[in-house]
């Protein structure tokens, strides 16, 4: 059996038994997983943590689930990159990449929600799961749930990447394009969740579904040695994996596995679709909706289902917010993989173009430790770059047109 004693509205407090709903009934206030942490305190120590395979699954009693992990067995546990080259061009003395761009099967870390939501999904007895999704998402519902044996529907934007919706279709779901933005799809979605008794890993499964994103932030402390970071950058869709990254330090420091934590929590946002950033900067409660308009697609919610918990989560760590345009996002992507070899997708720029202006501004200290967290492969969204990358050195066959491109070049 797991720990989790029930799920409990984040407004209101009230209780309620561990199903597939996502929404208090008196209050709709979000639903989350609550521990018994007096237990989990017991095994869960970093002796026994240190023994188990690198994967997300090693830190399964604060993961949502009863029995034996079923998805996701070879994602999670993702390098965390020290970045001295960034970091010395940036103007930071210790600076990490939690890099989320490789190890995980459909190089996002979507894949760690979707292990979890796929684990729940089967425990609840669903034989279909179902998604609305920016992009990543439908990667990894697509994949996972063909491994795990599941019927699937994914919900996508029409407008999405040509190369996005090829590396879903290769998995065979069924794939159902809408002509609308992701904030339409997902109302859509809602109301097929009413409907028709599937797994819509976040709608009804969310509860469990964004648990998930936890491990991220568990990765993040035992890979410093068992300690916090001073700063934590990450980038925000609807929210929710900023604020379960809070959720794990807080969590390792309940069961005794983390010591001291003063970490700083810092949201990065596209301009083109920053409605979380915008509420931290006008330090207002309202989350206004906005309309997209960006090239990091795979973060384009413009009305952040967390956004409310986000920015609070930012207020209460003494973090901030930055949002940065569509031309940052690009420069950002080619310096990461110029002095760090990390190819990253949009995402991974907005959030060290983000962090480059905490830094400028001073509200990320130059001294401090600080964590960025890159959450997708560039591969994905090549197309981002097209026209913004310099061209090979065409030549003939032969040595003499080599070295001609050679002396250009200033190589000899
Ligand atoms: C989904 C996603 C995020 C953040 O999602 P949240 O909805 O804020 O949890 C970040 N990066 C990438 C690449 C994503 O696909």
Redesign the pocket.
């Known amino acids: 059996m797991g720990y989790v004693r029930g799920l409990k509205c984040r407004e209101c407090g009230r209780e309620y038994p561990v199903d597939p709903i996502y929404v208090c009934e008196f209050c709709f206030g979000p639903l989350e997983a609550v521990y018994d942490y007096k237990k989990i305190k017991r095994v869960m120590t970093r002796k026994a943590i240190e023994k188990r395979e690198k994967n997300l699954w090693r830190y399964k009693e604060l993961l949502p689930v009863d029995g034996e992990p079923q998805a996701g067995l070879q994602s999670g546990f993702t390098p965390l990159i020290r970045a001295d080259n960034l970091a010395k061009e940036i103007g930071l003395k210790e600076l990490y990449i939690k890099d989320d761009t490789v190890v995980h099967p459909t190089l996002?870390?979507?894949d760690r929600v979707v292990a979890v939501a796929l684990t729940k999904a089967k425990e609840f007895g669903f034989d279909t799961v179902a998604c609305a999704s920016?992009?990543?998402?439908a990667h990894s519902v697509s994949a996972h749930g063909a491994k795990a044996g599941f019927k699937r529907f994914v919900f996508i934007p029409a407008s999405l990447e040509p190369s996005k919706i090829v590396a879903c279709l290769v998995y065979e779901p069924n794939l159902v394009a809408v002509d609308g933005n992701y904030d339409e799809v997902n109302r859509l979605c809602s109301e097929i969740a009413n409907k028709y008794e599937w797994a819509f890993v976040n709608i009804n499964i969310r509860p469990f579904y964004?648990e998930g994103?936890k491990t991220q932030g568990f990765e993040i402390i035992e890979q410093l040695g068992w300690e916090a970071p001073d700063n934590v950058v990450v980038?925000?869709?609807?929210?929710?994996?900023?604020t379960?990254i809070w959720k794990s330090f807080k969590e390792f420091k309940e069961i005794g596995i983390l010591k001291r934590l003063e970490t700083k929590v810092f949201a990065a946002q596209a301009t083109g679709c920053s409605p979380i950033v915008v509420a931290i900067k006008e330090g207002s409660d309202v989350i206004r909706p906005v309309k997209p308009n960006t090239i990091a697609k795979?973060?384009a919610?413009g009305n952040?289902a967390?956004g409310f918990y986000?920015a609070q989560v930012v207020r209460e760590t003494g973090g901030y917010g930055e949002d940065v345009s569509d031309e940052e996002i690009i420069k950002a992507i080619k310096l990461l993989a110029r002095t760090e070899g990390i190819f990253a997708?949009t995402?991974?720029g907005v959030t060290l173009a983000a962090t480059i202006k905490l830094v400028d501004s001073g509200r990320i200290k130059r001294d401090e430790s600080t964590v960025i967290c890159v959450?997708?492969n560039g591969l994905k969204t090549q197309e981002a770059l097209s026209g913004h990358t310099s061209s090979p050195h065409y030549i003939k066959p032969n040595l003499a047109s080599f070295e001609e491109v050679l002396k250009k070049i200033g190589g000899s």
Request: charged letters at 15%; a neutral charge; aromatic letters at 4%.
């Open positions: 996002s870390f979507k920016t992009g990543n998402l964004a994103s980038p925000c869709a609807s929210g929710s994996l900023l379960k795979s973060l919610i952040p967390d986000a997708e995402a991974g959450t997708g």
